[in-house]
């Protein structure tokens, strides 16, 4: 999805080419159905529009990973074909940095051709699909009226949250207010297998640290499982529950949403994954690593090996400098941001803003023993909460999916306590032959 905001930046940028190989999309009648005669009176107004949802596949870059969607209008009187799209927004935008870091980035919709639209997507290899709507031409012409107000200059813009407000979200809205709430009524209380971060995982795999970033940013509000209608904040997403839905037409009868669908260009790509990576045993991995690493040099410190000493002190100091860092960061999202879902993180227990003190102290306390007991027990504290934070997974208020998190950092917290305890004991009744450690 176009500027997935805690994930990256992205600028749109329009091809002006022309569509070549679009398949058109012929509406066709049931088999047997009658012909309807041609109308001998005036047209009912909004017979000349034709909607569609037009859904684009995932892409290579971070921002392209979510798809995107847009919804195109055909009005025959006008002899326009136009999309319309909420996906925009541009650096150049007065404090677009402060907003992207507050979650009070700010995006527009706008009416954009057909041809430029689809011939971009092209270039950029994304599928693109289309679904011809079964509105009646009543509901159309509102749908119509609604768009067109939305994409004047005092009405386009809004606050974009990644989630709950994006282009998706606000397509899925502006077709709700054609159907007169059907929408909502009709997936709101049907409930998906899928949460917020179960999703974001699923489309940021084969990007490690992408993936322990997001892993990491997203709290406890990221785990609540999701309606359809809230699924509908994915452009693929939202394109598959489409054709699961029936609303009624002006005679009461039940019809399918979606009349009509065509595959307007396929990419040369595998479709987005359907499933998260299972990278819990990678973290487990490379958690252990680390801590029997820094075991292995206390040990090689402790027979007066002053490399090893050097060695396992920076390990523990980068390691409380980066952890204690990030820590800070998530308090700030949680307490000073309007990102919802940074809040209530309990990573926060195994990446603690505390560790940032540790990392002053480990370097003096090892090597000037100074603070040694404030070291000791910053370390001792830092490494309890993340064992705290692990025993607490089991009970149903403590439920953060944060396993990745905990098997990284558990491991590592426990053995640069190890290492503090170990080293400045050491240092204190080392014999003089190794003093010079």
Request: hydrophobic content about 45%.
């Amino acid at each position: 999805m176009k500027g997935r905001a805690f994930l990256g930046t992205f600028v749109f940028g329009l091809s002006l080419a022309s569509v070549v190989g679009a398949q058109p999309i012929v509406p066709s009648a049931p088999p047997g159905a009658a012909v309807p005669a041609a109308p001998t009176g005036p047209a009912e107004p909004g017979s000349n529009l034709t909607v569609y949802l037009l859904t684009f596949g995932w892409g290579d870059a971070v921002w392209e990973r979510f798809g995107h969607n847009a919804i195109w209008i055909k009005d025959r009187t006008r002899g326009t074909d136009v999309t319309y799209n909420w996906g925009m927004f541009d650096f150049n935008q007065p404090n677009f940095l402060s907003r992207f870091l507050t979650g009070d980035t700010r995006y527009w919709m706008e009416a954009i051709d057909l041809n430029p639209m689809l011939a971009y997507y092209k270039k950029a290899n994304r599928s693109i699909l289309a679904q011809e709507l079964n509105l009646s031409p009543a509901q159309r012409l509102k749908l119509q009226q609604f768009v067109e107000w939305n994409a004047l200059p005092q009405n386009k813009f809004y606050r974009y949250d990644y989630y709950r407000d994006n282009c998706s979200t606000r397509l899925r809205d502006a077709l709700d207010h054609a159907l007169s709430g059907q929408l909502q009524l009709a997936t709101v209380t049907r409930t998906t297998t899928g949460t917020y971060r179960w999703h974001t995982q699923r489309l940021m795999q084969g990007d490690i640290p992408l993936y322990t970033g997001v892993t990491l940013a997203l709290g406890h509000p990221a785990d609540k499982p999701l309606s359809v209608w809230e699924e509908m904040f994915l452009p693929v997403r939202m394109a598959n529950d489409l054709r699961t839905i029936s609303i009624p037409d002006t005679s009461g009868t039940r019809i399918p949403l979606v009349r009509s669908e065509s595959a307007l260009f396929t990419a040369g790509r595998q479709p987005e994954p359907s499933e998260p990576p299972n990278y819990l045993p990678l973290y487990v991995a490379v958690g252990i690593l680390i801590a029997a690493a820094m075991i292995i040099l206390v040990r090689s410190a402790e027979g007066g090996h002053r490399v090893a000493f050097f060695a396992v002190t920076g390990i523990a100091t980068l390691w409380s400098f980066v952890v204690g860092l990030a820590g800070t960061a998530l308090v700030i999202a949680w307490l000073f941001t309007k990102h919802y879902f940074m809040g209530r993180n309990e990573n926060l227990m195994h990446f603690n803003p505390l560790s940032l003190v540790l990392a002053v102290l480990i370097p003096l306390s090892l090597y000037g023993l100074r603070g040694v007991s404030r070291a000791k027990k910053l370390s001792g504290f830092v490494a309890a909460l993340s064992l705290f934070g692990f025993v607490l997974q089991g009970i149903p208020f403590f439920d953060q999916k944060n396993g990745e998190i905990i098997a990284l950092a558990l491991p590592i917290n426990l053995a640069v306590w190890w290492t503090v305890h170990r080293l400045t004991s050491y240092k204190r009744t080392s014999l003089p032959s190794s003093a010079a450690l």
